[in-house]
């Protein structure tokens, strides 16, 4: 389909591991945001892209956490020594403007960290 | 009825009822509002949305109305169906610059046939 597409759907890591999620977004979509999503919460926001330029990594929680877009369409999050509280769904999103556009999001990935 | 659950508050209605779901959100700045729907194991749909210098706005079977006065953005969904079932979210865009939609606590709706 034209949506964004996240794969993998799930991801079960032992603490410590590395694990490498990865966005594709809808073609021609400018704008990427990538969220952390806890069970029975809203989406938080992680990083933004603006084509191949992250604008803002503000909410990546620690130096652990790394986004990548090195052409400006898929985008990797990785997660380096994995811990238990990186257990969530990664959410994906793109839209086509900087702002002012509603977006359109992935189904996430799962991870669990064991 | 409404109440306030553990994790998310819950709205339980009846199919072919009207649902009304309430969201306040936090700053007075934001000027971009969008309402998502969150079915169990996908991503947040885009409904609708509405910008700052309208007080309602309407969809197909949905209305979103919004009162800066107060802060508040409510979603009303006519004849409420099964399929309707979900998390509801509300997102603000903040005006000056900020891009990043900010989540509210969602709320869940629950459709019973």
């Known amino acids: 389909g034209a949506g964004v597409s996240q794969s993998p759907r799930y991801k079960v890591a032992k603490r410590g591991q590395d694990v490498a999620l990865r966005c594709d977004p809808i073609?021609?979509?400018?704008?990427l945001f990538w969220y952390q999503q806890a069970l029975g919460q809203g989406p938080e926001f992680l990083t933004y892209f603006q084509n191949e330029a992250q604008l803002d990594k503000s909410g990546l929680p620690s130096d652990r956490f790394f986004a990548e877009r090195p052409e400006g369409s898929v985008s990797t999050l990785k997660i380096q020594r994995t811990q238990q509280e990186d257990s969530a769904v990664y959410l994906c999103?793109?839209?086509?403007?900087?702002?002012?556009?509603?977006?359109?999001f992935g189904d996430g990935t799962r991870l669990s960290i064991l | 009825g409404e109440s306030v659950g553990l994790h998310l508050p819950t709205l339980s209605v009846q199919e072919g009822d009207n649902s009304i779901i309430n969201c306040a959100y936090s700053n007075s700045a934001s000027d971009y509002f969008i309402w998502y729907k969150q079915e169990s194991g996908k991503g947040p749909q885009f409904i609708i949305d509405i910008r700052s210098n309208m007080d309602k706005r309407q969809g197909q079977r949905v209305t979103v109305l919004l009162n800066k006065t107060v802060k508040h953005l409510s979603l009303q969904i006519a004849a409420t169906q099964p399929g309707d079932s979900a998390v509801y979210f509300c997102?603000?865009?903040?005006?000056?610059?900020?891009?990043?939609?900010?989540f509210g606590r969602g709320t869940s709706l629950i459709v019973h046939p």
């Open positions: 999103a793109s839209s086509l403007a900087i702002r002012d556009q509603p977006q359109h």
């Open positions: 073609s021609g979509h400018v704008s």
């Open positions: 997102a603000e865009n903040r005006s000056g610059g900020s891009y990043i939609p900010t």
